[in-house]
């Protein structure tokens, strides 16, 4: 009889060819993380990852791809309520790899998977969206919309592999000629509310958007709070004079003028239609009024040496 000692844990691994993924190859990855007994699933078209992660309720989930197909994952798990057997681990293969810079998993892949290996787990929030056009969604890293959302639907599949992460910088110039802030109201925990014309909003699990903006650069992943991060009207060249500081990944700009920043259990952003338009890590919500509400402790996350909970201030 087999001594429980020599039994391996359970892994399923979800890779997405179309966002780097190929990189890795099945016998490779089985070899370099012996320890765990791997079930490999490729994906093919989307939706695949959803349904894989959703599928696994016990043992450990590696996804290999974008912030993406992570996202997919998110929402699979999400659906299936999060399970707790589940710990999620990424191997970053996208072009911005936004969420692996705040858990500090390195993009190359012998580090990465050494972050594997070594096990440093922490339990980590996530956010649930509701709005009438999505119904519910979830998501681990951050939401934004306006000039941030903007920025990403520019930033294509084509700039992204003609530019690599310079992608967003280059999308955000594009972007900022031609947006017009809306007058938007926020209501913080169902009694708190601002009114104001926002150009760039931001609601943050996590902390990195668009190849590495800091877009909620002091959210804490495991407070059960989300960070607000909103960039007032203040016309194209101040946007603009921002942009190095918010592009540079140790940046803390919210003390900047013209910056709002709160944080809550859950945030209501409502504008006039066709006004303010979200996407949560990368994926479209629309321009509903939506909710973001913080799932706490929802999930149990692999991290990297240089994590940290608590930003630097």
């Known amino acids: 009889m087999e001594s429980s000692k020599t039994q391996k844990t359970k892994a399923r691994v979800i890779c997405n060819p179309a966002s780097g993924g190929g990189d890795y190859e099945p016998d490779d990855v089985k070899k370099e993380l012996g320890e765990f007994d791997i079930e490999w699933v490729a994906t093919e078209k989307p939706g695949d990852t959803e349904a894989a992660a959703r599928q696994w309720t016990d043992g450990l989930l590696i996804v290999i791809g974008g912030d993406g ?47 594997i290996r070594r096990n440093r787990v922490r339990t980590l929030d996530a956010a649930r969206v509701t709005s009438e056009g999505v119904g519910e969604m979830f998501f681990i890293n951050a939401a934004t919309g306006g000039f941030g959302a903007e920025t990403a639907d520019v930033a294509d599949e084509d700039m992204k592999s003609r530019w690599g992460k310079l992608a967003y910088a280059r999308a955000s ?34 902390r990195y958007v668009g190849g590495g ?53 859950k945030i209501h952003v409502e504008t006039s239609p066709g006004g303010l338009s979200f996407n949560a890590d990368g994926e479209l919500v629309g321009d509903e009024p939506v909710e973001f509400e913080v799932i706490p402790g929802a999930l149990r996350v692999v991290v990297g040496d240089g994590y940290v909970a608590e930003p630097e201030t």
Request: hydrophobic letters at 45%; glycine letters at 8%; proline letters at 7%.
């Open 213 to 265: 903006w800091p877009a909620a650069p002091r959210a804490n992943p495991e407070d059960g709070l989300l960070d607000l991060v909103v960039v007032e009207d203040a016309g194209l060249a101040e946007i603009l004079s921002l942009a190095p500081s918010m592009l540079a990944s140790s940046s803390d700009y919210l003390d900047n003028e013209g910056v709002f920043h709160a944080r809550a259990k």
């Open 173 to 206: 110039l594009e972007a900022a000629r031609d947006f017009d802030a809306p007058e938007v109201k926020f209501t913080l925990d169902g009694r708190e509310e601002h009114r104001m014309k926002a150009m760039n909003v931001a609601v943050g699990n996590c």
């Open 69 to 115: 197909t992570v996202n997919e994952a998110i929402n699979g798990l999400g659906k299936a309520g999060f399970p707790d057997g589940v710990t999620l681990a990424i191997l970053p293969t996208g072009t911005g790899n936004d969420l692996a810079a705040t858990l500090a998993i390195p993009e190359d892949p012998d580090e990465a998977e050494d972050a």
